[in-house]
């Protein structure tokens, strides 16, 4: 019975998946992103038939299981644009940089400001870099790596639909501050994000997300104890 439950779940996430696909690709709007749609579906299903998250997860473990060699597939497009990075390995570098520092210090200022407890306010300071590392930050600063988890994921689905509105609002046309954008606000769901506008956005997005989470184990325990 466990056997059918962990195939139905698999099967059933990855046709769900697909289908918003198709769904994404005829309306192409960032609202539609698959990833947003396909979890709201799921979710909506898991509610319906009151079926437990953790009889879902039974079977749905073995797609995030293969997270590890997604992210590691990222590598082929930043290979076939080696050159290309290479050649902007400084602006890359300083504005992954820039970014990843914004990204931690408006997370502590907003919370600040709206009051929010320091467990939940440690939680949300690695929000724009990939789980695992968000979550080992997290522990490493007093957070909750649950939560951080939770923060990551909705980062990343923000950056996904708001970021291409941000890029035309502020007239962001370049590939290098495109890919930098989605890598470092949105780590890899912004990166297959970046990969939609063209195979350069997608490199840099890549090696963008990878810097941002090497800056981040760094400055978030450094900028947590300077501004709390």
């Known amino acids: 019975m466990s056997l059918f439950i962990a195939f139905l779940a698999i099967a059933g996430t990855i046709i769900t998946y697909n289908a918003m696909k198709k769904v994404y690709i005829k309306f192409y709007t960032p609202f539609m992103v698959p990833i947003v749609t396909a979890t709201v579906l ?5 509610l319906y038939f009151d079926i437990p998250y953790e009889t879902y997860m039974s079977g749905a473990k ?3 299981h293969l997270l590890g060699p997604a992210v590691v597939a990222l590598a082929f497009p930043l290979y076939k644009q080696i ?5 902007y390995s400084v602006p890359i570098m300083v504005g992954v940089f820039v970014g990843t520092f914004i990204g931690i210090v408006s997370g502590i200022w907003l919370s600040l400001l709206f009051h929010i407890e320091l467990k939940t306010l440690y939680s949300l300071v690695p929000k724009s870099v990939t789980s695992p590392v968000a979550m080992d930050i997290a522990s490493m600063i007093g957070g909750n790596p649950t939560l951080a988890a939770i923060f990551v994921m909705v980062a990343g689905i923000f950056g996904a639909v708001l970021g ?5 609002w502020f007239r962001i046309d370049h590939f290098i501050g495109r890919g930098i954008g989605f890598g470092t606000a949105a780590h890899g769901i912004g990166t297959s994000k970046a990969l939609e506008l063209g195979q350069k956005e997608g490199a840099i997005s890549s090696i963008a997300m990878t810097l941002s989470t090497i800056f ?8 947590v104890h300077l501004l709390l």
């Open 42 to 46: 799921i979710v909506c299903f898991l």
């Open 62 to 64: 073995w797609i995030v």
């Open 83 to 87: 050159d290309t990075v290479k050649k």
């Open 164 to 168: 291409p509105y941000l890029l035309k």
């Open 216 to 223: 981040a184990s760094i400055l978030s325990p450094l900028l």
